[in-house]
């Protein structure tokens, strides 16, 4: 099964979320992230905080959802519509659910507090992803509807 974060930059969230569900996930599974206008680059602070949290940053990269190395089969957005940012929506036959997180890229004031905004949108994540994999995975891969229903249920779970 495969897994894709999605979110605009590819640079923080979805990054943190393909990092964290790679070192979570079961075998069979796997996450891959992408942006619909990737910057280019993970943010210093997305890759600090994986290494401190003991999750491999090896071979994470700001990428394209023009260049996916495989078809997805449930996308998971995270882009925040709370700060008026847009969602790409991923065409093609996917289970699709949407995980709204702050973006802690735009977080400003002291060190502190921006790091503290990384942690924020890493928790959630963890959190989210932790309940996701916590489903019974194999029924659920035969009831797509269900699936569905329980991923959006997890995407409104906070840390």
């Known amino acids: 099964m495969n897994i894709l974060f999605l ?21 069979g599974w796997k996450a891959m992230s992408a942006g619909s206008q990737p910057t280019g680059q993970v943010h210093p602070r997305s890759l600090a905080l994986l290494a401190r949290e003991g999750i491999s940053t090896e071979g994470y990269h700001s990428k394209s959802w023009d260049n996916l190395p495989s078809t997805p089969d449930i996308v998971i957005t995270v882009c925040s519509s709370a700060a008026g940012e847009t969602c790409p929506a991923y065409l093609g036959p996917v289970l699709r659910t949407h995980w709204g997180v702050e973006d802690p890229a735009h977080a400003t004031g002291t060190d502190e507090e921006i790091d503290a905004a990384f942690v924020t949108a890493y928790r959630i994540l963890r959190a989210r992803i932790e309940a996701f994999l916590a489903l019974p995975l194999a029924d659920l891969q035969q009831d797509k509807a269900k699936l569905k229903a329980e991923l959006d249920r997890i995407g409104t779970l906070l840390a």
């Open 7 to 27: 979110c605009t930059g590819n640079s923080c969230r979805s990054i943190l979320g393909e990092a964290t569900f790679n070192h979570l996930a079961p075998a």
